[in-house]
């Protein structure tokens, strides 16, 4: 059950900053949170990874902030769905003019994992082959958008002949639509043989063998998610067969590091700003709605990035 209650709200602590928040962000997480998928948050509890707001007042301790400026953040510590909140002054970003409070909040999650996939999981520079899965979701257009800049092949997976049309649209030269092709098969014949040098995947159980198998001598497999389920337990002889890495990296162990995280921040909004990544037009709920925003997600019902506004 998601219920809109009143509780109090302290002053912030040391190293804390009281936000009023403007814009929250939906991911599905938030609704394996809810559904009990990921028993991560204990109940009672507010769930959330990501939000925008405005500074209304700081703690002792803090430096940067002042009130009234405008931050983003992205946590694991859930909390963000909520009118006003304390937050740690070391998980927040300041957003540029340029970025809308929407656009902030629906990027923090999504557009730091890709510039952590990117940048620092994987450096993918030009003349790359890339396999992005799932290359219409949320994550895997802004992938295939920023890779294909960074003059990057991207080779998307696809599960629909509509999604076809959106990985084709967000930067992918070529698509292939599992429904129909074997994906392996298809990276070998489109790379000559040789595979890709990284593959991005965020499907696992389903598709992590035939990963492997995509890859080119030396080639990476970055797993960074599981929606079909966790990937089975494999030996590591079997990355012999190309010298093959594989990695499985978490989006907050990469952005623990202030400076990291200022890092990341900066290449997310400098590609927003410059277009080499694009928001999706958002889809705004009241934030007592919250449960309608996880159904239309669930149930694929929106055009847009789902943002819920206090």
């Known amino acids: 059950m998601l219920q809109l209650e009143q509780l109090p709200l302290r002053p912030p602590g040391f190293g804390e900053l009281l936000l009023r928040q403007t814009a929250i962000g939906v991911n599905f997480h938030d609704c394996y949170v809810r559904s009990g998928l990921y028993r991560t948050l204990p109940l009672p509890g507010t769930p959330g990874l990501e939000a925008c707001g405005v500074v209304e007042a700081v703690g002792d301790g803090v430096t940067g902030f002042t009130a009234g400026d405008r931050v983003a953040y992205a946590t694991e510590q859930y909390g963000a769905y909520a009118q006003m909140r304390c937050l740690a002054a070391s998980l927040a970003v300041k957003v540029p003019d340029a970025v809308t409070d929407q656009a902030a909040a629906s990027l923090m999650v999504k557009g730091l994992t890709a510039a952590v996939l990117l940048h620092q999981v ?3 520079t030009s003349g790359c082959v890339i396999v ?13 958008q920023w890779s294909a800049h960074l003059g990057a092949v991207v080779i998307g997976t696809v599960g629909s002949e509509a999604k076809e049309a959106v990985a084709a649209a967000n930067g992918c030269r070529h698509v292939i639509n599992y429904a129909h092709a ?10 000559d043989g040789r595979g890709a040098d990284v593959v991005y995947d965020s499907v696992g159980k389903d598709t992590f063998t035939r990963s492997l198998q995509s890859l080119a001598p030396l080639g990476h497999l970055v797993n960074f998610g599981q929606s079909s389920g966790p990937v089975e337990p494999f030996t590591p002889s079997q990355l012999s067969v190309g010298s093959y890495t594989v990695t499985r990296p978490m989006l907050f162990h990469y952005i623990a590091d202030r400076m990291r995280l200022e890092r990341c921040a900066s290449l997310v909004f400098d590609a927003l700003a ?3 990544i694009r928001v999706d037009a958002v889809s705004t709920y009241p934030l ?5 925003a996880h159904r239309d997600l669930e149930e694929r019902r929106m ?3 789902p943002v819920l506004q206090p």
């Not at 992005?132 to 295939?144: E, N, Q, R, T, Y």
């Not at 074997?182 to 790379?191: H, N, P, S, Y």
């Open 122 to 124: 994987h450096r993918v």
């Open 132 to 144: 992005v899965h799932a290359a219409a979701g949320g994550v895997g257009k802004l992938l295939s």
């Open 182 to 191: 074997d994906f392996a098969d298809e990276v070998k014949r489109l790379t």
């Open 274 to 276: 410059h277009g080499t």
């Open 288 to 292: 007592a709605e919250a449960s309608r």
């Open 303 to 305: 055009a847009g990035s």
